[in-house]
């Protein structure tokens, strides 16, 4: 649990830090659009809440947090590929989030994960023991 919250806090930091950059090259200048760098910059520093919130949720093994966690990697294959299809120093970057998002999906969905979260798959109603007292019907196992 505590390797996918850092893989996700660490995406969340990444956005943040592009973010910060985007809006500082926009304020200064050095932008061919500084409109356009602006906008970038906060958009990406707004969506980095998404990856921090899902992280210190998982942390606190809150369950609503696996699925904005899930999303954000989801969400990374893309961009990550996008990165691998450029000529230039962007390949590393796309192999890292390539490799970061695999890796956290993997994590978010290991059953122990699962299970540390209190989430119930499909089905996994009926496998829980009834509450004392009660008795399974005869026609469940």
């Known amino acids: ?12 930091l990444a956005l943040v830090v592009a973010g910060l950059w985007m809006l500082v090259l ?4 050095n932008s061919d659009d500084r409109q356009q ?14 990856p921090l919130l899902a992280a210190r949720g998982l942390l606190a093994l ?12 989801i969400m990374a ?8 299809q450029a000529d230039s120093v962007a390949i590393p970057a796309g192999i890292v989030l390539g490799v970061v ?3 956290a999906l993997v994590l978010l969905i290991n059953r122990e994960t ?19 007292g009660q008795q399974r019907s005869a026609g469940r196992k």
């Open 1 to 12: 649990m505590t390797y996918a919250a850092a893989l996700v806090a660490l995406e969340g």
């Open 26 to 29: 926009g304020v200064a200048g």
């Open 37 to 50: 760098a602006v906008t970038g910059g906060i958009t990406l520093v707004v969506l980095a809440l998404l």
């Open 62 to 73: 809150r369950s609503w947090s696996r699925g904005p966690a899930v999303i954000t990697q």
């Open 77 to 84: 294959l893309p961009v990550a590929y996008n990165l691998l």
């Open 101 to 103: 998002a695999i890796a």
């Open 114 to 132: 699962t299970r540390a979260l209190g989430i119930r798959g499909p089905g996994r109603a009926q496998d829980e023991e009834p509450p004392a």
